[in-house]
């Protein structure tokens, strides 16, 4: 019985969710491989090497895989398919565009969020955002695995020492060409790696108050900034920004959460943050359910307050 991780990479280095999908493939119970395919990408392969866990990565080299094209990487796996019982991606934007295509291929049932492992077969996934925890059994011959990084600690990402194996790697599938990429700048922490996150709601009321009461204290905490849809649908705040059922999925060690309300979809992205505290001036609001610490304030006098005595 042995995994294969699918890397998630940026040709240079590993991405941090990797990471914490070596540790869910690890929980399966047989060996760990990672396969990097990638243009230029010896630096990720031998980032991947160093994982403490993995036994073998396989590196697949060739100018198609460069921006991750789904269609090629899923050729890839393919072709490595049959030695593996598992086959894991992290739950990211770019795993559940590659997963699909692979379990499809292979004709099994994708298995996807896992938040985890109970045996090799066996694994909990949330459903209804995050209201109750499914158990699922699978009787196919591979598991096409998503996981749930917020799920799983992340493996340390060195002390290991992989073998290092090249393969051939799949011809261009042609069906789509990457064109461009337009990638938004930013010194701070990615918000789904970020150890600190203050998240703004809908009591914001505009993108310069948002900017005005919120970036201030992120500076100060060293955090990643977060928000609402309610936030992001007014256009306070950017949409790679929203954290929920239908954003980003964070857990970090501190959440801040300003003038949210605590809806179900919003919960299910950050309720399993380790501490969370709440500044909102209802006090029969929802988020003080699930809040640490609750703070019934206006938080355009509690922030800057905050932000000044920190
Ligand atoms: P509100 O619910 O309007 O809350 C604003 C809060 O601010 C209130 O509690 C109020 O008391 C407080 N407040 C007002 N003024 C002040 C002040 N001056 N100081 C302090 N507090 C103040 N939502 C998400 O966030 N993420 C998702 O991914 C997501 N996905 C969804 C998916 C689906 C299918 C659906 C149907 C909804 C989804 N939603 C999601 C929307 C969600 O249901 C809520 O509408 C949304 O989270 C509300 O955002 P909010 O808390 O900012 O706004």
Known sequence: MTALVIAEHNNASI???TLNTVTAAAQCGGEVHVLVAGHNASGAAQAAAQIAGVTKVIHAEAPGFEHGLAENVAAQVIALAGAYSHILFPA???????????????????????TKVISADTFERPIYAGNAIATVQSGDQVKVITVR??????AAASGGNAALESTSA???SGQSQFLGAEIAKSDRPELTAAKIIVSGGRALGSSEKFD???????????????????????GYAPNDLQVGQTGKIVAPQLYIAAGISGAI????????SKVIVAINKDPEAPIFSVADYGLEADLFAALPDLAQSL
């Open 15 to 17: 991405k941090g969710a």
């Open 92 to 114: 990211t934007a770019s795993g559940k565009n590659v997963a699909p295509r692979v379990a499809a291929l292979l004709d099994v049932a994708q298995i996807s969020d896992i």
């Open 149 to 154: 990084t917020t799920g799983f600690d992340p």
């Open 170 to 172: 799949v011809a261009d």
């Open 212 to 234: 005005e009461v919120i970036t201030p204290l992120a500076d100060k905490l060293g955090a990643a900034i977060g928000a609402s849809r309610a936030a992001v649908d007014a």
């Open 265 to 272: 979809q919003h919960l299910a992205g950050m309720k399993d």
